[in-house]
């Protein structure tokens, strides 16, 4: 059945934090056997705020960088994200970056620099919104989505955030191309009061990208035809928490990661806001047409990022 509309600001907008180790919703069997011990190995450190991961078509793995907004208090002009109030200015500059890892020689070159990143306040660690995703189209072409965080309305001219670009990329370091505006869309149809956008996670298939936008709660629809953008869901609210000295807290279901399986099926995750509710969090699933989301399973709690098995 579908599911109802959000309609009350996130206390909490979601980051994807790879540095610490990856975060994995695993759908086991209930009679699973013993758990398998796994070993780990740092590929890549020092990263600035790391977002995405995907494979090129050469197998070598690209990393996202959200950055770290502007780097000295000039840089900070853009009006303050809830739920922090509008005074609490937020520093924006060209710190985010894309990389590509070589497994072979262990090699980490920086193919895009100088990406659109803002955050809370100058030389920030977080929050910071950047480029959060990429994927690849079947024609090698490179998309992406820059987060935001905030009122659409008050982007800086001529900048990427909340948007869906593409880049060649046979040519590293190429300027980026806008395909979608999701803030507009959020703006035109806006699923708060004012307006918010905060693009996720990215997944392409057979001419549609598919994101998540964890501003809006909505997961969207991107034809590769046309660059129009449809809504497909909007998701539930959460049941209100009591929090001692902050009274009932109206927890929302903030979309994160998504996989698209090879017939087309869609699956994105929640993380369920402040409180963050034990139990709370669900993996629902899309045949990609609007209002089609069913639950797939639930009892998390805050789910961040996936992937489909062979």
């Not at 497994?103 to 100058?122: F, H, K, N, T, Y």
């Not at 979608?180 to 307006?195: C, K």
Request: hydrophobic share 40%; charged share 15%; glycine share 12%.
């Amino acid at each position: 059945m579908p599911l109802p509309a959000a309609r009350h600001p996130s206390w909490l907008r979601p980051s994807r934090l790879l540095a610490g180790g990856l975060l994995a919703a695993a759908l086991l069997p209930a009679a699973a056997e013993a758990v398998p011990t796994y070993s780990r190995q740092v590929l890549v450190q020092n990263l600035l705020n790391p977002r995405g991961l995907t494979l090129d078509p050469d197998g070598h793995l690209l990393v996202v960088e959200g950055g770290a907004g502007g780097l000295t208090p000039s840089t900070c002009t853009v009006p303050g994200a809830p739920p922090e109030p509008a005074t609490g200015l937020r520093c924006w500059g060209k710190t985010g970056v894309l990389g590509r890892f070589n497994a072979v020689d262990s090699s980490c070159q920086r193919l895009w620099s100088g990406l659109d990143s803002i955050a809370r306040g100058e030389n920030a660690l977080s929050p910071v919104a950047g480029l959060q995703d990429v994927a690849f189209r079947a024609d090698g072409s490179l998309l992406g989505v820059f987060g935001f965080r905030g009122n659409p309305a008050t982007r800086p001219a001529g900048t990427l955030f909340a948007k869906m670009e593409c880049v060649d990329y046979a040519n590293p370091g190429s300027a980026p191309v806008p395909l979608a505006d999701l803030g507009a869309f959020e703006t035109a149809n806006p699923s708060h009061t004012p307006p918010f956008s905060n693009p996720f996670a990215l997944a392409w298939h057979n001419g549609q990208s598919f994101i998540t936008d964890a501003g809006s709660n909505r997961l969207l629809k991107v034809d590769d035809a046309s660059n129009s953008v449809e809504l497909l869901e909007n998701l539930p609210l959460e049941t209100p928490v009591n929090v001692p000295g902050l009274g009932d807290m109206p927890g929302e279901g903030v979309p994160t990661a998504l996989a698209v399986h090879g017939d087309g099926t869609v699956f994105y995750t929640q993380l369920p806001g402040f409180p963050f509710t034990s139990g709370s969090a669900s993996i629902f699933q899309s045949d990609g047409s609007p209002g089609s989301a069913i639950t797939l399973t639930d009892g998390f709690t805050n789910v961040m990022d996936m992937a489909l098995g062979a």
